[in-house]
């Protein structure tokens, strides 16, 4: 069964780092493009980075560029979030997930997230 696990989340200054991890079950990471979201009090869920399957490409939300890097471990099937932050509006509750299919009911299953939050 697929689970995500995301963890790594806390408090931080503007002007902090953190390091996000997301380890997935049921599923290799290495198989699938991998998608890390954020949500927002009040807000939709966004994309914040996506990495190709072959993890040699990753696009970021605009708000995002150059502050935040994804990587992946295969070997432990885990990928990452390191986000060197700035503003509050970072702050927001994250998520992984596997780019799915549309057909596919494994598209719905999401991980409980974790929570940033940027304040000084």
């Known amino acids: 069964q697929v689970q995500y696990v995301e963890s790594g989340g806390g408090m931080v200054q503007p002007g902090g780092s953190l390091r996000l991890s997301c380890s997935a079950s049921g599923f290799t990471v290495s198989n699938y493009a991998m998608t890390w979201y954020r949500q927002a009090p009040g807000q939709e869920r966004e994309i914040v980075a996506v990495m190709s399957r072959a993890g040699d490409n990753v696009v970021y939300h605009d708000a995002v560029k150059g502050r935040f890097i994804m990587s992946r471990d295969s070997d432990i099937n885990t990928v990452y979030l390191q986000m060197n932050t700035r503003k509050p509006e970072n702050t927001a509750r994250y998520y992984c997930?596997?780019?799915?299919?549309?057909?596919?009911?494994?598209?719905?299953?999401w991980g409980e997230g974790t929570q940033v939050t940027v304040s000084s």
């Open positions: 997930k596997a780019a799915w299919p549309e057909s596919d009911k494994r598209g719905s299953i």
